[in-house]
């Protein structure tokens, strides 16, 4: 319990839970990426809404995760900067 407590603070600290939340395909047409690239930019980002199951086994089957991610756009805008900013090797 006391992870979620602390999950739940971060979360109202960074200001997310009521702003505007932008889907994967909203995203990937706004920025004219796939969507595919789009998930894996964000599957791992701090402030994300991962809505879904994770992988489990079903006897010797693994069931494959299926997640639906909701962006923040201030996620997004901290992302989109990030990726602005890098230097180009």
């Known amino acids: 319990m006391e992870d979620y407590g602390q999950q739940y603070q971060q979360r109202v600290i960074e200001g997310t839970e009521f702003e505007r939340h932008l889907s994967v395909n909203e995203i ?20 994300v809404m ?10 010797s089957k693994l069931r494959r995760s299926y997640f639906t991610l909701r962006i923040p756009v201030s996620v997004a805008q901290r992302v989109h900067d990030k990726m602005c900013n890098r230097r180009v090797v």
Do not use: A, N
Request: a positive charge; one cysteine or more.
């Open 28 to 47: 990937s047409e706004m920025w004219g990426l796939c969507t595919s690239k789009v998930r894996r930019m964000f599957q791992h980002e701090p402030g």
């Open 50 to 59: 991962k809505i879904g199951e994770p992988s489990r086994r079903l006897g």
